[in-house]
């Protein structure tokens, strides 16, 4: 038999960040505990930020029966002259009957004692109070907090809990409250319960008090009002995501409102306006063909028929923000951007100050200069020195978000030069998995001179990542580097570039630097792991060669035809297995068959020939494939005489070699 089973789990105004983090698993939790507890049940689970809701419209009234299979002591262990040893009549006890009800089957070729034991599934209302303890206690929030005399804690204040099984209470205890039938809304229409006698019941009083219980209803509520908002004002609202899923979150009967601020506040730079909107008070920014507007909207979770007091409020908790901002903003410019102050500020313990690894960067950044920027040193050399300047400004103390962005706005106001201006807005790119890249080869210059530092100091005093830990996210500044690399087309090889910027530094581990760039490489490129290898194992550091290698043989590879003529040249591989390639010489007086002397004549004309690309060589070596088959065919590679055996392995290591300039084709599996 089912019945319906409605769980309320009433508390004080959930925060939007941790609990968003969390949302994802709730359900999984819930699906687990139903698991251990043989109840599985089709559910939904809602929320609001006043409560966390599970509703299942059939829940087994009992755990299904249940069969435990026992087995004991071998037969001719358990018995001695026909009479029960120790070990049976224990094994008996075990099982809770007399000897008599064991009986015997065979297991691993042996017969031993057996006994199957019934197990009467147990009511659900004996157990959704432990059910419901573990799936609370199961949550993780991050931190939570304890309230009154109780020793439980969770994330906010437990206010009430509800718990119906078809049209009946459920006694549940947890937090010090006893479940009733009794839930709370809106603030707007009162604090006291409203009793419900059904799921249908607990829904329709919500709904009719303000409290949209699902949040996909919240959401498309809010879509909805946003564009209803847009074409009456002729404007276009700038959706975040994140923050909209928040706005879902802290409220219950959403409404979206426009409000306005004084123009006055468009002189400040549009990220420090949405950043204040954003970050402090939740609000969605205001477009007009593309440009900000001096609106703003808030999604409000107040119920009234006047929201003017409502929007009044907000524009005057903005103006406040944005005076701020905008005393901060011509204080800075006033000020301008100067570095001096960062050699009073730390970057990392043993690393020095901001300065100090400043100056690290100009370095590094003038000796990229040299190959990639046509040696514009006093110019790059002045733009990573005073990349970071605007670290020490009021608006970046304010919003740490905007470092970097600000050092652009500030340097554009002084009349520096732009490369240095949009260098510095694009320092710190790629900062993230879909982030944009450095649009210039001269900010390329200074994001990677930001990046290698950072890897080759703190490699320089063993801060290296191990296992999934990374807290300084060198792993995201290797692939920052892969990207501008391949992105900017940089000769940049990881061993012979790194090693000279390496010198700077205190002594540490090389090999273990390229390997950790290696690593970062090998997980970038999307293709058979074993091809990635074969060219790296070739030797080729030039991230920008790797990435072309990978992509000719990937494309070649990747033909219908090639899997089966693949084997000829995994042979080629196996036979030089265990040769040494300091010189390998060909003497073709010594060839005795007029199959060494075709495929000496055919690889003679492709390693002669000037190749186009890499695919274009692969292609004719992998060509070489009906001459390879004819020789493996007629010649006895292992010859008898010495001379000739070596011989026509230095053939076809030649062969081998001349693969290897691309890939090493011994590390391709398909």
Request: proline fraction near 3%; include cysteine; charge should be negative.
């Amino acid at each position: 038999m089912q019945k319906t089973l409605l769980i309320e789990i009433g508390v004080e105004e959930l925060p939007a960040i941790p609990f968003l983090k969390e949302l994802p698993h709730i359900k999984k939790k819930w699906q687990t505990i139903l698991s251990t507890y043989a109840l599985e049940a089709n559910f939904e689970f809602c929320y609001t930020p006043r409560r966390l809701v599970l509703i299942s419209s059939a829940f087994l009234e009992k755990q299904p029966d249940a069969t435990e299979t026992l087995f004991g002591a071998p037969v001719e262990i358990a018995y001695k002259d026909g009479e029960p040893t120790p070990a049976a009549l224990g094994f008996a006890k075990k099982c809770g009957v007399s000897i008599d009800q064991i009986s015997t089957t065979s297991k691993n070729g042996k017969e031993v004692l057996f006994f199957e034991k019934k197990i009467a599934g147990r009511a659900s209302i004996d157990l959704l109070e432990l059910m419901i303890q573990e799936f609370i206690a199961n949550l993780q929030f991050g931190k939570s907090m304890r309230w009154g005399d109780g020793e439980e804690s969770f994330i906010r204040p437990i206010r009430w809990l509800g718990v119906l099984f078809g049209g009946e209470v459920i006694p549940v205890t947890t937090f010090g409250l006893k479940s009733e039938n009794i839930t709370y809304v809106h603030r707007t229409h009162g604090y006291h319960g409203i009793s419900y006698d059904s799921i249908k019941n607990y829904k329709e009083i919500l709904a009719n008090h303000s409290v949209i219980l699902e949040s996909d209803e919240r959401r498309k509520r809010i879509l909805a009002q946003f564009k209803a908002i847009e074409t009456k004002e002729n404007v276009e609202i700038e959706i975040d995501e994140a923050l909209l899923e928040e706005v879902v979150a802290i409220t219950e009967y959403p409404t979206a409102l426009i409000g306005a601020f004084d123009p006055l506040f468009l002189q400040l730079p549009p990220e420090v306006i949405i950043v204040s909107m954003k970050e402090h008070q939740r609000y969605f920014p205001v477009l007009k063909d593309g440009k900000l507007t001096n609106h703003f909207i808030v999604v409000s979770n107040a119920d009234t028929e006047d929201y003017s007091q409502v929007i009044k409020g907000n524009e005057k908790v903005l103006r406040a923000r944005l005076s701020d901002g905008l005393f901060f903003y011509e204080n800075d410019l006033k000020n301008g951007l100067d570095n001096e102050g960062l050699k009073r500020v730390t970057f990392m313990q043993g690393l020095g100050s901001i300065y100090d690894k400043s100056v690290r960067e100009a370095e590094i950044a003038k000796y990229l200069a040299n190959a990639y920027l046509d040696n514009r040193k006093p110019l790059i050399e002045r733009a990573v020195m005073y990349a970071k300047a605007d670290l020490l400004t009021d608006i970046v103390y304010e919003f740490t978000e905007l470092q970097g962005l600000m050092g652009y706005y500030y340097a554009k106001a002084a009349g520096e030069d732009p490369q240095i201006a949009l260098a510095f807005k694009e320092q710190y790119l790629p900062d993230g998995e879909e982030s944009a890249l450095p649009s210039s080869d001269f900010s390329a210059v200074v994001a990677m001179a930001n990046k290698i530092d950072s890897i080759l100091a703190l490699f320089s005093k063993g801060k290296i990542p191990t296992g999934t830990k990374d807290p300084f996210a060198l792993r995201r500044a290797v692939l920052g580097i892969v990207k501008i690399v391949l992105d900017r087309g940089f000769a940049f090889d990881m061993k012979t570039d790194l090693q000279h910027l390496a010198s700077g530094y205190d002594d540490f581990d090389f090999d273990q630097l390229e390997a950790f760039f290696l690593e970062r490489l090998s997980r970038y490129f999307e293709a058979n792991p074993s091809l990635i290898q074969a060219v790296l194992k070739s030797g080729e550091r030039d991230i920008v060669e790797i990435s072309k290698k990978i992509e000719a043989l990937h494309s070649i590879v990747e033909a219908d035809a090639f899997k089966d003529s693949f084997s000829t040249f995994k042979r080629v591989a196996n036979i030089i297995k265990e040769m040494q390639f300091d010189q390998i010489e060909v003497d073709t007086s010594l060839f005795e068959t007029s199959q060494e002397q075709s495929l000496y004549d055919a690889y003679s004309a492709v390693s002669n020939r000037q190749h186009q690309s890499y695919k274009a060589k692969l292609d004719a070596l992998f060509g070489l494939k009906s001459e390879i088959d004819n020789f493996f065919d007629h010649v006895m590679v292992n010859a008898e005489d010495e001379k000739i055996k070596n011989n026509r392995k230095n053939l076809i290591a030649s062969i081998y070699q001349s693969f290897k300039s691309v890939a090493d084709i011994k590390e391709i599996t398909l």
